[in-house]
């Protein structure tokens, strides 16, 4: 065993432990058996495959990808659904994304998934992403049955879990409706999606990621007519200081109106959940017909909720079941952008 290690130089024993240690622990075993210079100059062709990808170099990345797989599954003859190969797989249903051939990313993305179910069953945040990863391949391949059963599956386990928050359900939501609205017939808008790889990124990255993109892919779907800059645009202080009563009396009200007569809000307020929104939503739902700008509606609710307390006009919004905040910091969002949070106050919340 010692003269298979030495045969790595440093760098590529340093290497070699960081892909071991990546691996569940249950699942290293099989790895570790392999003779170590020869897994390692196979598995040299994942990581320039992932360079690849990021230089966006599909074809390329795709090349590398095979050989990874096919090479190791010779070595791992008897584990060729080992976790290691979720990664890989993952890779290629990533280029067949980016270059639109929705059947191989479809079926790659199903590949990746059966590993994941059977190797990392209790990782409902990996599950829940892997899920809505192959929904969106099948919503853009024009799957819509698939879609829409593979959504379904995104959403059932993402609320096992606490990793990805309500914001990402109501995300996936949107593009359930999306896939059942094309299954009765309506009109699709295909556009390609510009996804921007990040293969070094952390969980709580991906999250964001994840849940920025099924923003960005719902608008492109036309479910809301949000333009994608707002999805990233970071509030701005100084727009408060133009708001004058007159606006913030329209925006009161719409808020009021909305927390009032949206009946899913309320049937999530009395368990004591809600929502998270960024000004554009509500902008698109409540104030479609409204001349106010978003930066505009953003600042006024911001000024709402920062004088909820301090402002006798206020009182019928403080009347309602229902705690409205603010954070600049979400974790299904990139970080920066405000986003709104509605959640129902229960009964023994109240007591």
């Not at 270059?99 to 990996?126: P, S, V």
């Not at 999805?231 to 133009?242: F, G, H, M, N, Y």
């Not at 409204?290 to 953003?298: G, H, K, R, T, W």
Request: hydrophobic fraction near 40%; charged fraction near 20%; charge should be neutral.
């Amino acid at each position: 065993m010692g003269s298979c290690q030495s045969s790595l130089s440093r760098i590529e024993r340093d290497a070699y432990e960081d892909i071991i240690n990546s691996i569940s622990i249950h699942c290293q075993q099989e790895i570790i058996k392999l003779p170590k210079k020869k897994f390692f100059n196979i598995y040299k062709f994942h990581l320039i495959a992932k360079y690849y990808l990021q230089q966006k170099e599909y074809q390329m990345a795709l090349l590398n990808e095979c050989l990874a797989i096919q090479n190791l599954e010779l070595l791992l003859s008897d584990h060729k659904d080992h976790v290691i190969f979720a990664p890989m797989h993952n890779l290629l249903s990533l280029c067949f994304w980016e270059t639109m051939n929705m059947q191989l990313a479809i079926l790659e993305g199903l590949i990746t998934l059966k590993i994941i179910l059977k190797h990392m069953a209790t990782d409902y945040i990996e599950i829940g992403l892997q899920y809505f990863r192959v929904a969106v391949f099948c919503l853009l391949g024009r799957q819509f049955k698939s879609a829409e059963r593979y959504f379904i599956k995104s959403i059932e386990i993402a609320q096992l879990g606490d990793g990805l928050q309500l914001d990402f359900i109501q995300k996936v939501e949107v593009l359930l409706q999306t896939a059942r609205a094309q299954i009765s017939g309506s009109p699709l808008r295909i556009i390609p999606i510009n996804y921007e790889s990040g293969l070094d990124e952390n969980r709580e990255d991906l999250i964001r990621r994840a849940t920025n993109e099924m923003s960005v892919i719902a608008n492109q779907f036309g479910t809301f007519q949000i333009n994608e800059t707002e999805l990233k645009r970071l509030p701005d202080k100084q727009t408060e200081l133009i708001i004058n009563k007159n606006i913030l009396n329209d925006i009161l009200n719409s808020l009021i109106t909305f927390l009032k007569e949206n009946d899913p809000l309320n049937k999530l307020g009395i368990k004591g959940s809600g929502i998270c929104f960024v000004a554009a939503y509500f902008k698109s739902i409540q104030m479609e017909t409204s001349s106010l700008s978003i930066p505009i509606i953003e600042a006024g609710l911001t000024i709402i909720i920062n004088q909820i307390n301090d402002d006798d006009r206020f009182t019928p919004l403080k009347q309602l079941p229902f705690t409205i905040s603010y954070t600049d910091d979400d974790q299904s969002n990139i970080a920066g952008v405000r986003v709104f949070q509605i959640k129902g106050i229960t009964k023994s919340n109240k007591q």
